[in-house]
């Protein structure tokens, strides 16, 4: 298993982007789960419409997903890791495909943008919240102690995180540098490994006043990991 460093992959066909959200508006089951944050998980035809793009990634039958999400938000993400709980033998890739934004006519987009930092996380799935007084009841742990988190730079605080996330609180991400960024483009999507630490710049800020996306978490196809078959 090799882990694909932070990039974008090809457009996605503008009626399978259409397709792709026309799946969520449809879905009678998306739940509202925070003020703002709706969720969506009619997974199975959005992944027949995207198994290509991931076996072009990871190869046919190695993977397997591990979860999906479809999320329509108002605002911007926490510093967080997708590393899910069920060991690191199972973490590989986030394949994030960004599918519609809406602007104001003083938007700028191009500070729509999901960041990916340097610093990896091998243990359960959590929010990075150094310096915040709450803790979020959700799937994802809390951690406010960054001694495991690996590459941390003691006391650095990046500027340009500064500017894009004024909806984190400083320290949050304290000791965190930026590898890459991208601009929330519709129809582009983005992988990364999924013990990367990432976030997502605070757009509503900027005149975006809504974005859909949708997210997969993939991991070796545990049938060949164990067989030593598993290859890319």
């Known amino acids: 298993m090799i882990e694909i460093q932070p990039k974008t992959l090809e457009a996605l066909d503008e009626n399978v982007r259409l397709e792709l959200c026309n799946i969520f508006d449809r879905d009678p089951h998306k739940l509202t789960d925070r003020p703002g944050r709706t969720r969506g998980h009619d997974i199975d035809p959005a992944m027949k419409l995207l198994r290509p793009i991931v076996n072009d990634l990871l190869g046919v039958d190695n993977w397997q997903l591990d979860g999906a999400i479809f999320f329509e938000t108002v605002t911007g993400y926490r510093v967080h890791a997708d590393t899910e709980k069920f060991g690191p033998h199972r973490v590989w890739q986030t394949i994030v495909f960004p599918l519609r934004q809406e602007l104001t006519e003083q938007a700028q987009p191009d500070k729509n943008r999901l960041i990916i930092f340097d610093q990896v996380w091998k243990k359960d ?75 997502s710049s605070a757009f509503h800020r900027f005149g975006i006043t809504k974005k859909l996306g949708l997210s997969f978490f993939l991991a070796p196809n545990q049938s060949k990991r164990n067989t030593g078959s598993l290859s890319v």
Request: glycine share 6%.
């Open 125 to 199: 799935a959590a929010f990075f919240l150094k310096g915040s007084p709450d803790a979020p009841k959700e799937y994802n742990g809390v951690i406010k102690d960054y001694k495991d988190v690996i590459n941390l730079k003691e006391g650095y605080i990046d500027p340009y995180v500064e500017e894009l996330c004024p909806h984190l609180t400083r320290e949050n991400f304290e000791g965190l540098t930026v590898d890459k960024t991208f601009t929330w483009t519709p129809g582009i999507p983005i992988t990364f490994p999924r013990n990367r630490l990432h976030a």
